[in-house]
């Protein structure tokens, strides 16, 4: 089964294919964003905060991380670090999308911030280049029902009640191995090897969570698997930014 970045069709058609990929994590992502619309307006935060951090920051984790711990009665420097972490993720994810995106520095970082997990993982093509129009188009459904679904739990939290007696809390995990396994099968081209990468970075994090501040098992994780990976996509040319087209 071929992965749906690995054809290079032509931008208009790698968009739409890219929103149609994204409309699973978008619905998932909704819920989501319901439980943190929730979290955030009984931790105290007002409506409009809430929406602003989702349509600023859109990152689940660094932001229920973040809310968290102002529920918990931790300081904004603690919520803040707390978040940096989480979202350190990214440096990595960033620095192995760069070559697929055209123009100055000041462009690419813009291009850059549409990253979320998913997205990132869909886009690869498996040979260390990503579909930057697949990516936007898989970015831009889950924005939309990220902010739809914090605006819906500040304003419904009534409605809901309890996210986790709903079997919301459930969804996070799922959410990441629906990626993992995306991933996974971009990476089968690695002689079997990406699935073993995977599994050192989900035991160096399972070790380091009660011993660590939240973000931290995620960033070392993410670190084990940058390097596990260089050896497997060191091989594939990559295009500079110029041949990557505009």
């Given amino acids: 089964m071929a992965h749906p970045a690995d054809q290079d069709p032509p931008r208009d058609d790698a968009f739409a294919a890219g929103v149609r ?110 579909d930057r129009a697949f990516l936007f188009g898989c970015s831009g459904v889950q924005y939309v029902t990220w902010a739809l679904g914090t605006v819906a739990g500040v304003a419904g939290g009534d409605l809901v009640g309890d996210p986790s007696a709903l079997g919301l809390d459930a969804i996070y995990p799922a959410f990441f191995l629906a990626i993992l396994i995306a991933e996974l099968r971009a990476e089968r081209d690695g002689g079997g090897r990406a699935p073993r990468v995977a599994a050192a970075g989900a035991l160096v994090a399972l070790v380091l969570v009660p011993l660590t501040p939240p973000g931290v098992p995620v960033l070392a994780a993410s670190v084990v698997a940058l390097v596990g990976l260089r050896g497997v996509r060191g091989a594939a040319p990559v295009p500079t930014a110029a041949e990557a087209g505009p």
């Avoid at 972490?85 to 055209?102: D, E, T, Y």
């Avoid at 549409?114 to 040979?127: F, H």
């Fill in 21 to 130: 990929a994204g409309v699973p994590f978008a619905l998932a992502g909704f819920l989501l964003s319901l439980s943190f619309g929730v979290l955030a307006r009984d931790a105290g935060f007002p409506a409009v905060a809430a929406v602003v951090m989702s349509l600023v920051v859109f990152a689940g984790s660094a932001q229920f991380a973040a809310v968290s711990i102002v529920a918990a009665g931790g300081g904004v420097g603690a919520a803040v670090g707390a978040a940096a972490l989480m979202n350190a993720r990214f440096l990595p994810m960033g620095v192995a999308l760069a070559p697929s995106l055209p123009g100055r520095a000041w462009w690419r970082a813009a291009q850059g911030q549409t990253v979320v997990d998913s997205s990132w993982a869909l886009a690869n093509r498996g040979d260390g280049t990503f």
